[in-house]
């Protein structure tokens, strides 16, 4: 997996140098050897950034912990026991029995807030309290199988949610830990006793898992228990809980995500039975609140039959009437059964009437007049009524869990208002279509009761008071019927809710630790890519003459191969005359033979970027194998701030430069042999504490006109040019300037200042030498041109881009 990210994200970088090179169609040779360069350099920093980053991404993710998820599939129908009732699903709760049914109203309730909160009460002994079980590496939350249980009496509020350090000291005593108002305080109790303090009432009981046996093992193990406020796990499983309604289909499914699957289960399973449960409540009410209403008519009717029916008997004994005849039988009969339904029809108009009271007074929106009943033929208005209570109740439960400004919110109060002002305009309609009917009523009335009033006296009053008899007895006959109905309607209230998929552990969803480990590896890959990047750019080294080759315009002379300590070893030519260094040191002055076109004098300035790069060595080595030549040479140390030539070569500097300038000694005094034959040197003498401005005197000129004069070479060792400017001013008085760059120094930047330098200086006769190469590569370089000893016409290895093909004056 690494060596493909790796493949991937190394191609946009290969592209992107290969495009950097100008007036490049294709990828050519030189192309490849970038690409080969940048591999054989870089190829390591991916193989140890990757494995860090693996590591702390496998680290990072077993410090996670996981999150499982639990669902329960609830389906929601309209079915129904008994139809033939009072108050049905089909009429009153559920509408019109469609197959498909909106749940959204319903996943509102779900995941209302009053919902959860009765779910967590109901379960407040099982989730009040979290036990933790501290280990070396990290702390993992348990829910069972733990060695003791807490019930929590009372407790201060801010101890809510303050994890606190439980310990077993032995089978009879805990100590309980934990930091409040800043102090740490330590509460010792006993199990199976409270605790009672200031601070809480609890009560640890052991599990069937400790005992004495046990004890020991228990008592090494350290343990956490953090204290729940009900707000505050209403909250948190509020943020987790999820209701899905699949397209389509009366299935609700509700998830819910935690770091331990039981607990999720179980609270998914309590939830549920809690949802169907209040699903039965409003019905349930409803019907009981109409069985009351019904109770309390019947309670009035009954002793208003009672009173008639006394009357009527007095009436009777008083006035020896027995019975009445055929024909006042038969008046009495018709009369008696308008009364009863003009008793109905005003019982409907009161039940009109006190609903629309309640539309208008809107008081209480969870009450609902239970007269409603007496308009239940009415199946428009039931169904409004029905609708209208609904949307009601949801209207609450959104109350408890959303603002009042939410969009949901005003979208039902306008549905409710509309639906409350059709209902008004069909109750007055309603209530004056039975007023027309009870008119038409008391006229067959008034004909019957002027027919009745042409009996004797003793009998119409008879007729009266049997007719309030009867009327009572209907009345309570039909109430008798309702009451009946509506307990059978009880009965048959089943919730449309149904569980078809009881809670079960759905296992791990989160996190995905595989994808969080292969993000870290791609993040090392990328990061890899860059420092690569970077330090191709900004720090990466030449290393060959090739390399310096694409990067330079001028011409360069040599390189040296790599040698340890090469700054302890002096005349290295002399010591090691066969190695591949003394010999990289003869090609040099064969190609400076070519740069001079064997000028019989030559004053040549050694100079690098920063120390340690090597011109002191070059200056010391390219001086003796000159010498060596039979041409009389001497090296002049002006690099007045640290000398190295009279430490490399092991000479006392007592005298030099800064004693002839400061008058002490003669030039003839200054200058000193060497131990190579033809080889003399002027070391810096005594380091003066104005070395710069000794560099600019004019005194400078006679040593540098003398030993022009005197000998055949003359090498110039000074300061730094990256870091001093003495190199700079003194090149006005060389014939040859050489720059040497070692490879653990020599980046691209190095080389654009010195080329800076070289423009706006004007300087001529500049040319590079590569110090330091390896030793491989030097094989490479003897093996591809013989020894060394020139590379066909002309001299060195050649200019670099854009430079002339001739050697300057």
């Known amino acids: 997996m690494c060596k493909n990210r790796a493949k991937y994200l190394y191609l946009p970088l290969l592209y992107w140098i290969v495009n950097q090179k100008k007036n490049a169609q294709i990828i050519n040779v030189d192309d490849l050897k970038v690409i080969w360069r940048l591999i054989v350099k870089n190829w390591y920093i991916p193989l140890v950034i990757v494995p860090i980053f693996y590591a702390i991404g496998f680290f990072y993710a077993y410090k996670l912990t996981d999150i499982y998820k639990a669902s329960v599939e609830l389906l929601k129908s309209n079915d129904t026991y008994y139809k033939n009732n009072l108050i049905t699903e089909g009429n009153f709760y559920g509408g019109s029995g469609q197959s498909y049914i909106d749940n959204s109203n319903e996943i509102r309730k779900i995941q209302s ?18 036990y933790y079980l501290i280990g070396r ?33 032995n ?48 008592v090494k193990s350290g343990y956490q228990i953090i204290i729940h406020s009900e707000a505050n796990l209403v909250s948190t499983f509020q943020s987790v809980l999820y209701v899905e309604n699949p397209d389509y289909t009366n299935v609700l499914v509700i998830s819910l995500e935690d770091i331990i699957p039981e607990r999720a289960v179980l609270v998914l399973d309590t939830l549920s039975q809690v949802y169907i449960n209040n699903s039965l409540k409003d019905k349930i009410d409803i019907n009981e609140r109409t069985i009351a209403y019904i109770d309390k008519q019947l309670d009035e009717i009954s002793a208003s039959l009672k009173d008639v029916e006394d009357t009527m008997q007095n009436y009777k004994s008083k006035n020896a009437i027995l019975d009445l005849g055929w024909e006042q039988q038969d008046f009495f009969t018709k009369l008696t059964s308008y009364d009863a339904e003009k008793s109905k029809l005003k019982l409907k108009i009161e039940a009109l009437n006190d609903l629309e009271k309640y539309i208008i007074e809107d008081k209480d929106p969870q009450f609902l007049p239970p007269s409603v009943f007496l308009v239940d033929a009415d199946q428009f208005l039931s169904g ?11 209207l609450n439960n959104l109350y408890n869990s959303t603002k009042e400004v939410n969009p949901t919110i005003i ?28 008119e038409n009523i008391n006229t067959q009335i008034d004909a019957y009761v002027g027919s009745i009033r042409k009996l004797p006296e003793k009998q119409r009053n008879m007729f009266g008071i049997q007719r309030k008899v009867d009327v009572n007895e209907q009345l309570y006959t039909f109430l008798l019927q309702n009451r009946a109905s509506t307990k059978i309607a009880k009965a048959s209230i089943i919730s449309e809710i149904k569980v078809i998929d009881t809670p079960r552990n759905l296992g791990v969803i989160k996190p995905d630790k595989n994808k969080i480990i292969s993000s870290f590896v791609t993040v090392g890959l990328a990061l890899a890519v860059i420092f690569i990047i970077i330090r191709f750019l900004f720090f990466t080294t030449i290393e060959t003459v090739e ?53 019989p004098r030559t004053t040549i300035l050694i100079t690098s970027n920063g120390p340690g790069e090597g011109k002191t060595f ?10 060596k030549g039979g041409k009389k040479t001497i090296m002049l140390e002006l690099d007045l701030h640290k000398p190295r030539i009279q430490k490399a070569l ?48 004019e005194r400078i000129k006679e040593i540098l006109n003398y030993v022009k004069d005197n000998f055949d070479y003359v090498l110039i060792d000074t300061p730094p040019a990256g870091l001093l400017s003495d190199a700079i001013y003194l090149m006005q008085y060389s014939s040859i300037n050489l720059f040497v760059m070692n490879t653990k120094f020599a980046t691209k930047r190095i080389l654009n200042l010195f080329h800076k330098e070289v423009k706006d200086n004007d300087i001529k006769n500049v040319y590079l030498i590569l110090n330091g190469v390896k030793r491989r590569r030097s094989r490479y370089y003897y093996s591809r041109y013989g020894y060394g000893y020139g590379y066909g016409y002309g001299y060195g290895y050649g200019y670099g881009k854009g430079g002339s093909s001739k050697a300057a004056d």
Do not use: C, W
Not at 577 to 583: G, K, L, T
Not at 618 to 627: E, Q, S, Y
Not at 680 to 686: A, D, E, M, Q, V
């Open 547 to 599: 390399e310096l080759k694409e990067k330079t315009f001028l011409p360069i002379l040599s390189d040296l191969p790599l040698v340890k300590n090469a700054s302890s070893i002096g005349f290295i030519v002399e010591s090691e005359p066969n190695s591949f260094i003394a010999e990289s040191f003869r090609t040099m002055r064969t190609n400076l033979s070519y740069a001079t076109l064997n000028a």
């Open 384 to 394: 409004t009524i029905a609708e209208l209570y609904k949307n009601q109740i949801l």
């Open 171 to 218: 089978y009879d005593e805990f100590k309980i830990s934990y930091k409040h108002g800043g102090t740490e305080i330590a509460k010792i109790g006993r199990f199976e006793e409270e605790l009672i303090d200031t601070d809480f009432r609890l009560k640890v009981s052991r599990e069937a898992n400790l005992n004495r046996a046990t004890i020991d093992g228990f």
């Open 650 to 697: 092991e000479m006392n500097a007592d005298i030099g430069v800064s004693t002839f300038m400061s008058g002490y000694n003669t030039i003839e005094e200054i200058i000193k042999p060497t131990k190579v034959e033809n080889l003399y040197t002027i070391l810096s003498g005594p380091i003066p504490p104005n070395p710069s401005e000794i560099i600019l005197s």
């Open 137 to 169: 590496v990290r702390t993992t939350e348990q829910f069972s199988g733990m060695p003791f249980k807490i019930s929590v009496s009372a407790i201060s509020e801010s101890l809510y949610e303050t994890p606190m350090l439980f310990s077993i000291l």
């Open 113 to 130: 807030y009053d919902l959860m909160h009765e779910t967590v009460a109901k379960l407040k002994d099982r989730l009040q309290v979290s």
């Open 411 to 438: 979208d039902l109060k306008q549905s409710i208002k509309k639906l409350k002002q059709n209902m008004l305009v069909y109750i007055n309609n309603s209530r004056n279509a039975t007023y027309k009917i009870m």
């Open 618 to 627: 070059t200056t010391i080595n390219l001086g003796a194998v000159l010498a």
